[in-house]
DNA sequence: CTGGATATGGTCAAAGATAGTCAGAAGACC
DNA sequence: GGTCTTCTGACTATCTTTGACCATATCCAG
């Protein structure tokens, strides 16, 4: 099998059997795989993105590390045809501003937590020198992230929410 | 590996149980984690500054002291001095996190805010090729925006949290 | 008093410890 | 052979730890 294929696996089982998140070194899974560390990225960059539930976090320096939150079980439709279908690569803000309204009003977020994500994306947070269509690839990323957030706050508390 | 983050936890553990504020010897911290003392000032200096709601007072010489106090402040004036000041054109996606750290234990925002703003910052919302300047000019532009979203809910409805 | 000795704490730059990025090499698959 | 995926290595960015040198109190001998 393909190293990053036995790399996704092993993080996968890692998952599965203990908590919906693991912390590893990137350097020491690295050692243990006999690789570059920088195919770590590469597998958490093409098998643990957003676009298939995942959200990593790391830190770099002394005692840095890596982590890997699973948020969608396999069958959220839902969720991932938002983030897949209907969010994509790129989004504007009358688009996002529509979505986040649908989740309001469908009770997936609060009030102040909408508006909160209204303000992430707005224009006026938006209003640095870059082109429009970065801007709405920014929107498309940090859409589909927060997303993955309020998701993975629901599961778990059966908070009332049915993304 | 994470002596800072031992060191840290040690005060905030003296800080729990005794007062809002604990008096300590810096020489003394140092020999009993075994470090160089100028390593308990990267510890204050990343986890006990204002930033984080703390001020640390010292003494040098014969007797001499740090002392370190947790900040009381409302709410409101919490997110005007941040977004009046401490934010600037440009912050780092630690730096925020550590804001909005201190906004949550403060409960001037709820977990659930406090997740979703991380995740409107972090490196993999942000992960557009894109230099890092301009991320963190988009970071600091949509702190203020999304502070003040907060700051006009709570005037509004004072619903929530501390205001 | 006064000035040096002693006792603390502060600063900063450099070294150490991790992780991230990206261009291009190496493979795999039509 | 062409193209897409995988893999690597050199370079970069970020976080931590230390050590040499600096600053400021207190104390004490004279």
Redesign the pocket.
């Known amino acids: 099998m ?4 036995s ?1 996704e696996n092993f993080i996968k089982t890692l998952l599965a059997e203990d908590s919906p998140e693991v912390e ?5 899974l690295a050692e243990y795989f ?13 098998r643990f993105s957003p676009d298939q539930g995942y959200i ?1 976090e ?9 982590r890997i939150v699973r948020v969608v079980q396999t069958g959220s439709q839902r969720l991932m045809y938002l983030i897949n279908e209907r969010i994509g690569e790129s989004i504007s803000e009358m688009e996002s501003a529509r979505l986040i309204q649908q989740l309001m009003e469908q009770q997936v977020v609060t009030v102040r937590e909408a508006e909160l994500m209204r303000a992430a994306i707005s224009a006026q947070a938006m209003s640095v020198p870059v082109p429009d269509a970065i801007k709405n690839a920014f929107r498309a990323r940090m859409m589909k992230t927060m997303l993955l957030t309020i998701a993975r706050q629901n599961r778990g508390q059966g908070g009332g929410a049915n993304v």
């Open positions: 393909k190293l990053s294929d790399i590893l070194k990137r350097s020491e006999g690789c570059a560390p920088s195919q770590i990225n590469y597998v958490l960059a093409t990593t790391s830190r770099r320096g002394g005692g840095g590390y890596i």
